[in-house]
């Protein structure tokens, strides 16, 4: 039959769902290390974060350059 509830297995399948459950709520909560602002006319936009916090950090681990290093270009 299965397995009962507090069994090391399912401790263990519980703590696993848990960390995952974590470590996305840690990456979706975090600041954006990355963000752009466009001007258009005499207008400011601001681009989504999420967005452009992904390309951000895409271009860094392709490149292996450092935030500081992207903006310098």
Same mark, same amino acid.
């Not at 709520?25 to 600041?31: F, K, S």
């Given at each position: 039959?299965?397995? $009962?509830?507090g069994s090391e297995g399912?401790?263990?399948? =519980? %703590?696993? @769902?848990? @960390?995952?459950?974590? &470590?996305?709520?840690? %990456? %979706? %909560? ?11 006319? $005499? ?10 916090? =992904? =390309?951000?950090?895409?271009? &860094?681990?392709? &490149?292996?350059?450092?935030?500081? $290093?992207?903006?310098?270009?």
């Amino acid at each position: 039959m299965g397995e $009962d509830i507090g069994s090391e297995g399912e401790v263990g399948r =519980v %703590a696993e @769902n848990l @960390n995952e459950l974590l &470590t996305f709520y840690n %990456a %979706a %909560a975090r600041e954006p290390v990355f963000s752009c602002k466009y001007l258009d006319g $005499d207008e400011e936009y601001t681009c989504d974060s999420i967005l452009s916090d =992904v =390309v951000g950090v895409w271009i &860094t681990e392709l &490149t292996g350059m450092s935030r500081e $290093d992207i903006e310098g270009v």
